[in-house]
T-cell receptor
Framework: AQRVTQPEKLLSVFKGAPVELKCNYSYSGSPELFWYVQYSRQRLQLLLRHISRESIKGFTADLNKGETSFHLKKPFAQEEDSAMYYCALTAGGAQKLVFGQGTRLTINP | DVKVTQSSRYLVKRTGEKVFLECVQDMDHENMFWYRQDPGLGLRLIYFSYDVKMKEKGDIPEGYSVSREKKERFSLILESASTNQTSMYLC????????????FGPGTRLTVT
């Protein structure tokens, strides 16, 4: 079965510092990986997906198949990045997402 | 813009009551999903549907059922609410295909007393 693990429930960094939110997955094939974000009082929304290789709001994520990881990174954190972040995957063409436990990111001024 | 709406933002029900949570999407999406969101557990899939009148169990279907009579509407039913079903319930929709973005509703916070 597929599994997504986000080892940090809480992460706090200062504004301007680099940010890395960790995500590890277990799946024997080639998964599709996503990061979703939920800002305060807003609905959950897609931040980025690995197949599009985009940088959204300064965030990037690289799929490392050897380490089965998809860590989310940003070189300089901003206060508006404070939110709940979820890593998720789909596998084998299935429509359903498997989510990690989530990491609450707080950016301190 | 895709719009997914849920019938209630907050709901308080008593143990044993039958509860209906409604979700409507306006983008003609094939897939619809019901999740529950709990701190420390993330989002867990309860049921999903890839077509009208079709449904599949997710990871935690016990105590829940669903109905999809029309493409745009997906209902979650708690046959006999229990206190351990107190949670935030999120509905989502997506076009067909596993790589497609899921669009989420605002959520319904259900409290069962």
């Amino acid at each position: 079965a597929q599994r997504v693990t986000q080892p940090e429930k809480l992460l706090s960094v200062f504004k301007g510092a680099p940010v890395e939110l960790k995500c590890n997955y277990s799946y024997s094939g080639s998964p599709e990986l996503f990061w979703y974000v939920q800002y305060s009082r807003q609905r959950l929304q897609l931040l980025l997906r690995h197949i599009s290789r985009e940088s959204i709001k300064g965030f990037t994520a690289d799929l490392n198949k050897g380490e089965t990881s998809f860590h989310l990174k940003k070189p300089f954190a901003q206060e508006e990045d404070s939110a709940m972040y979820y890593c998720a995957l789909t596998a084998g063409g299935a429509q359903k997402l498997v989510f990690g436990q989530g990491t609450r990111l707080t950016i301190n001024p | 813009d895709v719009k997914v709406t849920q019938s209630s933002r907050y709901l308080v029900k008593r143990t044993g009551e039958k509860v209906f949570l409604e979700c409507v999407q306006d983008m003609d999406h094939e897939n619809m999903f019901w999740y529950r969101q709990d701190p420390g557990l993330g989002l867990r899939l309860i049921y999903f549907s890839y077509d009208v009148k079709m449904k599949e169990k997710g990871d935690i279907p016990e105590g829940y059922s669903v109905s999809r009579e029309k493409k745009e509407r997906f209902s979650l039913i708690l046959e006999s609410a229990s206190t351990n079903q107190t949670s935030m319930y999120l509905c989502a929709s997506s076009p067909s295909g596993g790589q497609d973005e899921q669009y989420f509703g605002p959520g319904t916070r259900l409290t069962v007393t």
